[in-house]
């Protein structure tokens, strides 16, 4: 019998190729009159560029966001937000620069505004995930969720073609946890499917042809559907292994989610039958597993979590990691079967 609690996630969405040229209206609309732009490394003059368009609503720009938000980076643009009176946030990047925009939200309540520039899905979520002593904990607060987000496709066309692949397959792995999630709601469900299937679509075609500004609009249109499936629902064991394998082995993240994502889904087939339906026929397949690998593989995605810097003495301590703190998943985390799925992992090894 169909029983579900579903909490949407309140934000306003502006779609479109050019749709950044609307960001100083948006301010606007938020009542803000001093933002602080974020961005990564090596970013800031090209964005600075770009923003020109704020005249005078532009307190300042950051531009040292990084990977898994470092708790160290999150205190220092905290106190940049502070000291240049900022009254809100442009998170103008892709998952590294939302994050710090939200670590900045959780302790002064800025609203963000979120330009994304991969496809991350982060921008959808009131969730972030932040590194201190070498370790990465989630946390959930409303008060994170970007008040706005401006999607400009345009904005994608830059972003190299293996970046593209690696962070799309990061969007599909939140859609495919959003369908086994204990608490998947009919919406969930309907928004991840649609968001594989986007992406599967998108995806080869932005490697064929990365300057092709529709197949970019469909691929950000999956990250939106990806991030808005799993904005309402929980994350499980892959990803569990990717913040354990980002946050301790410091692996790249959207790499790190791809890689890992094939032998997650064979871990859980057996205990999410009705997912792993769900999965396979949006991405036109036979079977949920095979049919992300051999997407990976048709995309020229690395497959090897040994190719990207995981040192095969870690494999141990990352499954006891995961195990022993683990996020609720269909099949519960055991760790001989999770170091199991992280050797196959490593080697690259395609689901039996
Ligand atoms: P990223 O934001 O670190 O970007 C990857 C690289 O691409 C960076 O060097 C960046 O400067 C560059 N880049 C970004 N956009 C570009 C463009 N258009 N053209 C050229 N270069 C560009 O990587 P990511 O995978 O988007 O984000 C990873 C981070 O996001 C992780 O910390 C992860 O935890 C977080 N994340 C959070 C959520 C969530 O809901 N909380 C979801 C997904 C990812």
Known sequence: MRSFTYAGAPSRVVFGAGAVAGLAAEVDRLGAQRALVLSTPGRGASVRASVASLGERLAGIYDRALMHVPLEVALDARRVAQDLRADCCIAWGGGSTIGLGKAI????????????TTYSG??????????EGGEKKTQRDPRMLPRTVVYDPDLTLALPAATSAASGMNAIAHCVEALYAHDANPVSTMLAEEGIRVLAEALPRVVAAPADPGARAEALYGAWLAGASFATTSLGLHHK???VLGGTFNLPHAETHSIVLPHAIRYNHDAAPDAMRRIASSLGSEDAATGIYDLETRLGLRMKLADIGMPSDGLARAAKMATESPYPNPRPPAYDAVLELL?????????A
Do not use: D, F, K, Q
């Not at 939200?105 to 994304?116: F, H, K, M, Q, R």
């Not at 050797?343 to 395609?350: P, Q, V, Y």
């Open 105 to 116: 939200a959780l302790t002064s309540g800025l609203p963000v505004i979120a330009v994304p």
């Open 122 to 131: 982060s921008e959808m979520t009131a969730v972030v995930g932040m590194t």
């Open 241 to 243: 292994l990717c913040h």
């Open 343 to 351: 050797e196959n992992a490593h080697h690259g090894r395609r689901p």
